[in-house]
């Protein structure tokens, strides 16, 4: 529905970008990956960060968000989780409702979908029943789209993020969350095969260098994207909060990287 498109963008991008803190790590990878900055183990920290940084919202899985959401920052609760500790085609159910999600305050649902793997049909198939009911709920639906087993064998090949756009488009998503392909050109063909969907580059794994990260997210804007949904690249890094202000003076100052990089650690 167009209406949820722009519900999405009125609370998610009200300045025209977005830049959400993506925290549903604990079941997807496990505490490891808080390591690198403990106090990232801890959701008030990651929702003070996301507060001081001005960021549009967090992704809290249910029980973060029921144990600590505290109304301070847009919440999206993301519905479905896997572990990596399963060793199978790659599949995620859903764990919260979309009504037990508005209870807890959330402003958007979010659900992960591997395109490719042999249990497509059946995320596909909860998924429709979830988009139903954020229609029912009135509430935007955001869509991490995955492309992940069965004839996947690179995730950011061009192709299979255009595709992973696409897919996301036709089932239904407000906005979808994608992996950079690594460059702005052919990361806009993903764009612009997601429609009127309004796209944000899934973060990834924390870069080398701070300035590697800024450069990817120059590209997204560069190539269309309405902005990132990133978790590791701000709360694993040390000086988080200062990084989270140096990336929002480029997704919402309009700053390039040259401007900025006197900045960065
Ligand atoms: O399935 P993957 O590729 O490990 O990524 C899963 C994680 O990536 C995200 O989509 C984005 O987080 P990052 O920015 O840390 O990559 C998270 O919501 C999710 O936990």
Redesign the pocket.
Known sequence: MAGLIEKFLKVFARRGRSIIL????GI??GPT?FLDNPDSADPEYILKLAREAGFDGV?FQRGIAEKYYDGSVPLIV?LNGKT?LYNGEPISVANCTVEEAVSLGASAV?Y?IYPGSGYEWKMFEELAKIKREAIKFDIPLIV?S?P?GGKVTN?TAPEIVAYAARVALELGADAM?I?YTGDPKTFAWAVKVAGKVPVLM????KTKTEEEFLRQVEGVLEAGAVGI?????VWQRKDALKFARVLSEIVYGGKKVAEVLGEVG
Do not use: L
Request: charged residues 35%.
């Open positions: 993506a925290y549903d790590h997807e990878h990956d992704v993301k990596s979010g992960t991490w995955y992940r995730e969350k992996k899934s973060g990834g794994p949904a990133v978790g590791r690249n």
